[in-house]
């Protein structure tokens, strides 16, 4: 069974990069001039190619890494400082700007699978996260957790996506721009547990 602490933390910590609240409004921008049936199809869609490209990297990534020759030590150190760079983003709202100004350049008359799921949703730092949870655990014990917190998050983004226009109004501006800024700074601190955790492998951490 699953340890609930590694639920919790795995969780908060795809949630937070995954950003639904970030992500929501951008998808309800891309899908305004669909109908209702469009818009849902296209948000089930979205999550679908995300959830398959984040299943792929939780199953394979670390044989990669081990066959590029890069421990799983030495990514952690690596994600942790990509997790606390988006951190960095999120706090000072560049994030958002930089994912607004993508999605403006890369039209496509479909945009479920590129921008929105890739790399919208399945972007470097939910990869670099999936595959730093797939290595808590070893074989397929530990693929097994990453995927079913990732499907956890993944149904959240579903239901914001679905709901997005209704949150949006309820919210406003500038209650995403504040609940972007919370979640921010926790994940600045998830980040640094996991470069911590990478160092103290090597011994540079207690």
Do not use: W
């Amino acid at each position: 069974m699953m340890d609930l602490a590694f639920f919790v933390t795995a969780f908060t910590t795809l949630f937070v990069v995954i950003d639904p609240f970030g992500t929501t409004p951008i998808f309800v921008a891309m899908t305004q001039e669909m109908d209702a049936r469009t818009r849902r199809m296209t948000a089930y869609r979205t999550c679908a190619v995300a959830s398959g490209i984040l299943i792929a990297f939780a199953a394979f990534g670390e044989a990669v890494l081990g066959f590029v020759g890069i421990s799983m030590e030495a990514f952690k150190v690596a994600g942790g400082a990509l997790l606390f760079l988006t951190a960095l983003d999120m706090l000072f709202e560049r994030r958002t700007k930089r994912r607004e100004d993508r999605a403006e350049v890369e039209e496509h008359p479909d945009p479920s699978v590129f921008p929105l799921a890739i790399p919208l949703v399945a972007g470097p730092g939910s990869i670099a996260t999936i595959i730093l949870l797939a290595g808590q655990h070893p074989g397929l014990l530990g693929i097994a957790e990453a995927c079913i917190v990732m499907l956890a998050v993944m149904a959240v983004v579903l239901a914001f996506f679905l709901s997005g226009g209704l949150i949006a109004r309820i919210l406003g501006k500038t209650g995403l721009n504040v609940l972007t800024r919370l979640l921010g700074m926790l994940l600045a601190a998830l980040s640094v547990q996991f470069i911590l955790d990478g160092l103290k492998a090597f011994g540079f951490a207690s």
